[in-house]
């Protein structure tokens, strides 16, 4: 099974700020990265798909970007409503979902 | 505008049976490989079950820890998915998710409870 090792578990910033979220898998996933955003009591939301395609209706401050094993979602210029607790799912091989990052605001 | 909706979430005792429903709109769902994915008290998101379409034999698959507990079926006449839970355990309880379309499409969950 694939694993996915999400880092950090908690990230504080300050509107403005880029922000980078990581995701390492246990072995080459082929760019079968998903990066969803979750606001407390909601559902999870895609906002990127396969490593860099951002989803409709996205902001394009977020992207992705990586190949192999390492992955990353940047927000470039942070924003007050980005404040959330964010996953990458790799679904290359079976379907993993990193622990997760909870962003706030500092 | 796509619509999941799952139903069917509720307190149960251990060793019991639950069923739960995701009924959808706004998508061709015929074509779409459909899954359950839960989140745990603590948020940790896990898949749980896929079943494909027709053109790939409704092929089902599921994570280690429910195989032969859980089954996961589909209705394309009702545009519907399942998820039958059975010998229920306390660590099944969690945030149930239906979503589809490569995890684009995620209802607003369903909470089941396991506990005595």
């Known amino acids: 099974d694939i694993q996915m090792t999400q880092s950090p578990s908690f990230l504080s910033a300050t509107v403005g700020d880029r922000v980078t979220i990581n995701c390492k898998a246990s072995?080459?996933?082929?760019?079968?990265l998903n990066w969803y955003q979750q606001k407390l009591g909601e559902a999870p939301k895609r906002l990127i798909y396969?490593?860099?395609s951002l989803q409709t209706g996205i902001p394009s401050r977020f992207s992705g970007s990586g190949s192999g094993t390492d992955y990353t979602l940047t927000i470039s210029s942070l924003q007050p409503e980005d404040v959330a607790t964010y996953f990458c799912?790799?679904?290359?091989?079976?379907?993993?979902f990193g622990a997760g990052t909870k962003l706030e605001l500092k | 505008e796509v619509q999941l909706v799952e139903t069917g979430g509720g307190l149960v005792q251990p060793g019991k049976s639950l069923k739960l429903t995701c009924a959808t709109s706004?998508?061709?769902?015929?074509?779409?490989?459909m899954h359950w994915v839960r989140q745990s008290p603590e948020k940790r998101l896990e898949w749980i079950a896929r079943?494909?379409?027709?053109?790939?034999?409704?092929?089902?698959d599921y994570v280690e820890s429910v195989k032969g507990r859980f089954t996961i079926s589909r209705d394309d006449s009702k545009s519907s998915v399942y998820l039958q839970m059975n010998s229920l355990k306390e660590e099944d309880t969690a945030t149930y998710y239906c979503?589809?379309?490569?995890?684009?499409?995620w209802g607003q969950g369903t909470l089941v409870t396991v506990s005595s």
């Open positions: 979503t589809g379309s490569w995890f684009a499409y």
């Open positions: 706004g998508f061709t769902f015929s074509t779409a490989w």
């Open positions: 079943i494909k379409d027709k053109s790939n034999n409704y092929a089902t």
């Open positions: 072995q080459n996933i082929n760019k079968y």
């Open positions: 396969n490593t860099n």
């Open positions: 799912l790799q679904h290359n091989s079976g379907n993993t």
